[in-house]
């Protein structure tokens, strides 16, 4: 089993570079993609930006909603990549269509390649519960693909947040990130890797190795730590 799991946040040319490096890794030889935009209301929009922006790696990007029946794309897919964008609406949608354990299917016992960045981070998970963003459709379900035993929380920050209000920067006051997984396990027991922007996790079949940027680790129970680029997360298998 291989996904590459991406915080987001690749918008400087070294943070595209390393994405870019990393897909090819994680790719290789293929040469189409089915990409998954469900995260984003303009499906369409949001597929052609992956070629504009230069996030396709040099790979033909073929959007999912371009075909009549998804679960058949899926089943003929060489490749997986879902986008960022709304966890909530995104989750929602693969529930709808009912693809959530045909991917985890494919995935697992095909050796399907997975990429997911943000919000396809977040449904790699075993459940979507760990997102940032705002619920603005209700999902039939919390359950996420469940490729990985942890959770994760893109676009992960450590400590309070300034914000820049006219000419001066004012702490925000509102929960941190880590208060945040901290209510988690207040109900739940998984573990969660704050994940850095521009960060990866590289899996393959029950190794997990941190790519790009830093990782903070959050178990219930125990202090939080922090993990370096290129470590292994050996402890979460």
Known sequence: MRALLGSGGFRTEERRQLYNDEMRRHFGDIKRILFIPYALHDHEAYTNLMTERGLNAGYEIDGIHRHADPAKAIREAEAISVGGGNTFRLIADL?????????????????????????????????????????????????????????????????????????????????????????????????????WEAGFIRVENDQFELIGAQARIFRKGCDPYDVEPGCRLVELG
């Open 95 to 195: 529930h709808r269509l009912d693809l959530v354990d045909l991917i985890r299917d494919r995935v697992i016992n095909d050796d399907l390649p997975y990429m997911g960045v943000s919000a396809g981070t977040n449904v790699a998970c075993p459940t979507m519960q760990t997102t940032n963003d705002m619920p603005i459709t209700q999902p039939s379900s919390f359950k996420a693909i469940g490729l990985v035993p942890f959770q994760v929380n893109a676009h992960y920050y450590a400590g309070s947040i300034w914000v820049k209000h006219e000419e001066e920067f004012v702490e925000h006051f509102g929960e941190t990130r880590d208060d945040r997984i901290r209510e988690f396990h207040e109900m739940n027991e998984t573990p969660v890797v704050g994940l």
